[in-house]
């Protein structure tokens, strides 16, 4: 089963959806505001990835935080910061099995998910 996770609005996430369509593989959308997200959830997904592959350093929320925050992310911290905003998580985050991957790039989903 595939899962991907985002937030429904994002480009990035868009462009990945109608990639999954167009090659007709189903998939679960779960939307980090609608469908909520837990803090276990959350450390699996740092567990597998990395909390500082996980937090999305180009988005206007991480931006938005005082420099000193920044400077001085811990893993607790931006978990939590993660938690509280989702938007501060990379996206789309794909769930295929065990193995997970950030971002949208064709070549990876294609090789992941059309073998």
């Not at 592959?53 to 931006?78: F, I, V």
């Amino acid at each position: 089963m595939i899962k991907m996770y985002g937030i429904k609005n994002c480009d990035t996430i868009k462009k990945a959806r109608k990639w999954l369509e167009q090659h007709q593989l189903d998939y679960q959308f779960i939307d980090y505001r609608q469908d909520g997200l837990t803090a276990k959830q959350l450390a699996d997904f740092s567990l597998h990835l990395g909390w500082q592959n996980l937090l999305n350093t180009r988005g206007t929320t991480y931006r938005a935080l005082p420099s000193d925050t920044r400077s001085n992310l811990t893993e607790p911290l931006a978990l939590n910061l993660m938690l509280q905003q989702p938007a501060m998580i990379k996206r789309p985050l794909l769930q295929v099995n065990d193995t997970y991957i950030l971002g949208f790039n064709t070549e990876t989903y294609q090789q992941l998910l059309e073998n």
